[in-house]
């Protein structure tokens, strides 16, 4: 019998209730009890839902409040003295490393004041972690034990589990140096951090465990040797121990076969391997397993909506078995299943075609069993035949194909991918249409969204409001936002987003092809969730989506307003893409539908557009190689087809946040004006890699995520600062991104103060 085999299941409830939780426990609403409650019950709902479902190999300690890195930073006393000082209470020292926490003193209590832990993207998807900070001073040992409590509260229900873990070698390689020991490199620490994983492995097999998740997701990462030998060297060191559980090593998101030097011959009890990422692995991976080892294959995939072919995994399956025999072969999850909503069973607005395209985590469990069944040779004959009809009526849906679509993508040429001219002669033609002075200022595109606007829309949308109210109310709105940046005395304005609910989700909802959920949320960090649209077929535009506000924007005033799109790689990467068209083609159509809107801005008297690609970056394929090169050349191409088809004197901007940026793939996108996140930076180095970038750029001079006004010295300051290595001819001056998130009065200040440096500078130069 071939077992089956889930990696990780998503911990935030079907209706969010640990966001619920989380944030009232925050806001002090909820005592720890009734937080430490719903998690407890999150976790037995979890666990049922995969044994009714049959699944054999069940997790455990994939729970977590707020992150599973940051679980195991704590439980490894991995805590920068900064957050021990203060006596604070686990829970409260665990989200103060999550979140930051500020605190005036009580009576009992001391006054904090930290900030959070760095949080970064997890590989590609969009799911943080907070990344574990080492010090000199770190000194590992256990904290508690989480792992083994979840294991026993599992087996308190009569379910048994493996526990899941973050490998030693992802863990310090994942992580950094603190501020105070800039020279140490995390993996050094390997040696130290070893006794202490077998010491919770010892814990774990002395109630019971069999076998551990050890999860080594840097794997698929591109990895220098030394870090090879690392995990040469620690799983050497875990099969040397007597009395811990047999271990099953995990990769996901990628291949591992550049790195096979770093698992070859370890003495444990098997792999898992991603086979929807990589399927092509599976022979080399094969290949160097001993004769004892398992593979668990990675063939539902966790990072998708799409319902499993099973024709197609039971093949993969097959050609596992055949190399290496039924009894070693697991059925699995690619990855967790912690990127991909909850419950299909929670949809009531999809139609029933539309709906029977799809399988979320909870409908995800089935598909592993049944595969798993079907290659242990029992008859699931008839769910075979069910899932071969989904596969079949989904590729021949009338709600995919758009013929005009695909004629348009499929005649796409480079000269429709380029400008009239190079960005030396636009600039000649835009400078009279401008005249703007030195150092012009502008925001990002949103001001802030007050309770009074989610509000009306939330009214609008249930119908409780008339479109033509809300019109009225969102014009209410932008004359509010333009009147403000010309008391300010901004340059280039913009209509503000009220409207937008969300950069992606507008929209989507504005084009054909999409589809849309109602409770499809997936965990982005901590308490924030995301609910993706899903690409579901060929996407169009079939009328403008911004034309109104943005021309009546421009009708209030004289200076010019600038016109604000999401760009196409950030439209892909923040829905749930299509699995039966390549990303690039799926880019292409959003380009398309895209450039569309710009000539209808263009046309109608606007004059400066910004095409948002904050998602650039992470589109990044993990290695470097053909894949990686390809989309450097394909995101730049589709956001030049959207850009290109204006005038010379029309201003192209774009903006990116919350990345290390190279510069030249920012270059060849070819706008005339970027802003880039930087407060943050405050780096010389990042400035001087900018230095010979030949277009415009605003460097984000603050920070939009904290309501801090930075006074107008502190701006010169940081211009000055700037203007040491970047010319000022090319000097934009603007905010790190949007203000959504923020308050009006914070906004304005700051703002002011914004511009008031700005008029310094024009003064001196
Ligand atoms: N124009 C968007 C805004 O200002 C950009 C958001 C983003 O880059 N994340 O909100
Ligand atoms: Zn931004």
Redesign the pocket.
């Known amino acids: 019998m071939v077992s089956s085999s889930v990696l990780g299941f998503p911990r935030i409830g079907a209706k969010r209730e640990l966001k619920k939780a989380t944030e009232a426990y925050w806001s002090g609403k909820k005592s720890v009890e009734e937080l430490l409650k719903v998690g407890k019950e999150i976790r037995e709902t979890n666990w049922k839902l995969q044994k009714e479902a049959g699944v054999d190999i069940i997790p455990s300690n994939d729970f977590s409040f707020y992150d599973q890195v940051l679980d195991a930073s704590l439980l490894f006393n991995v805590i920068p003295d900064r957050y021990t000082k203060y006596d604070l209470s686990e829970i409260d020292l665990y989200f103060a490393m999550a979140r930051g926490l500020q605190r005036q003193a009580t009576e009992t209590s001391k006054k904090v004041d930290v900030t959070a832990l760095e949080m970064v993207k997890w590989f590609d998807s969009n799911y943080h972690y907070v990344r574990p900070t080492f010090s000199k001073s770190t000194e590992f040992k256990l904290t508690g034990a989480k792992p083994v409590d979840q294991y026993l509260e599992a087996k308190a229900l009569g379910i048994e589990t493996r526990p899941v873990l973050i490998g030693p070698v992802s863990f310090l390689y994942l992580g950094k140096a603190d501020k105070d020991s800039l020279d140490l490199e995390p993996i050094s620490l390997l040696d130290k951090l070893l006794p202490v994983y077998v010491e919770l492995l010892k814990k774990l097999a002395a109630v019971g465990v069999k076998s551990v998740q050890i999860d080594e997701p840097i794997l698929v990462l591109d990895l220098p040797e030394k870090i090879h030998g690392a995990f040469q060297k620690a799983y050497k060191y875990f099969s040397e121990q007597k009395d811990i559980p047999e271990i099953v090593v995990a990769s996901y998101f990628g291949t591992v076969v550049p790195n096979l030097a770093a698992i070859k011959g370890l003495p444990v009890a098997g792999f898992h391997v991603d086979l929807v990422r990589a399927p092509e692995q599976l022979n080399d991976v094969a290949a160097i397993l001993s004769d004892k080892q398992v593979l668990s294959v990675g063939v539902v995939n966790g990072r998708n909506i799409w319902k499993n072919d099973f024709a197609k995994s039971t093949k993969i399956v097959e050609a596992a078995i055949a190399k290496l025999g039924a009894d070693r072969v697991i059925v699995a999850t690619s990855s967790s299943l912690l990127h991909t909503p909850v419950d299909l069973d929670n949809e009531s607005k999809l139609t029933e075609e539309v709906k029977d395209s799809f399988s979320f985590a909870k409908q995800k469990l089935y598909e592993v069993t049944v595969i798993a069944k079907k290659v242990s040779g029992k008859d699931v004959a008839a769910a075979y035949e069910a899932n071969a009809k989904s596969i079949a009526g989904r590729a021949n849906s009338t709600k995919i194909n758009n013929q005009a679509v695909q004629k348009r993508t499929a005649a796409i040429t480079d000269k429709l991918a380029t400008r009239a001219a190079p960005f030396t002669e636009r600039l000649k033609e835009q400078i009279p249409v401008f005249k703007l002075p030195l150092f012009p200022t502008t925001t990002?595109?949103?001001f802030p969204q007050t309770k009074e606007i989610r509000v009306t829309r939330n009214k609008f949308q249930k119908g409780a409001i008339s479109a033509q109210q809300y019109e009225d109310f969102i014009n209410k709105q932008i004359e509010e936002a333009i009147k403000i940046q010309e008391d300010i005395g901004l340059d280039v304005l913009v209509e503000g987003?009220a409207s937008r609910s969300d950069?992606v989700f507008f929209f989507a909802e504005q084009l054909d092809g999409y589809q849309f959920t109602e409770n499809g949320w997936v965990q982005s960090y901590g308490s924030r969730y995301v609910r993706a649209p899903i690409i579901y077929g060929d996407v169009s535009r079939p009328k403008p989506m911004t034309l109104r506000e943005t021309v009546y924007a421009q009708s209030l005033t004289t200076k010019p307003v600038k016109g604000?799109l999401t760009g196409p790689v950030t439209m892909l990467r923040w829905s749930f893409p299509r699995d039966d068209l390549d990303q690039k083609t799926q880019a292409n159509q959003i380009s398309l539908a895209l450039r569309d809107e710009v000539s209808d801005l263009e046309a109608a008297g606007i004059k400066v557009i910004q095409v948002?690609e904050?998602a650039l970056r992470e589109g990044l394929p993990l290695r470097a190689g053909a894949e990686r090169d390809d989309y450097y050349e394909w995101a730049a191409k589709a956001f030049r087809i959207s850009t290109s088809s204006v005038a010379n004197k029309t201003q192209i901007h774009s903006?990116f946040?919350y990345s290390d940026l190279d510069p030249n793939h920012i270059k060849a996108l070819d706008a005339d004006v970027v802003s880039i996140e930087f407060s943050k930076k405050d780096d010389a180095n990042y400035i001087a890699e900018f230095k010979n970038y030949p277009n415009h750029i605003g460097l984000g001079l603050f920070d939009i995520h904290s309501p801090r006004i930075p006074s107008t010295e502190e701006f010169i300051e940081k211009i000055g600062k700037i203007l040491e290595s970047y010319p000022a001819e090319k000097f934009w001056v603007n905010p790190d991104?949007?203000l959504?998130t923020r308050g009006w009065p914070e906004t304005i200040a700051s703002l002011t103060h914004m511009v008031e440096a700005a008029k310094y500078y024009r003064e001196k130069y």
């Open positions: 990002i595109g949103s987003e950069m604000m948002d904050p903006h946040c991104c949007g959504k």
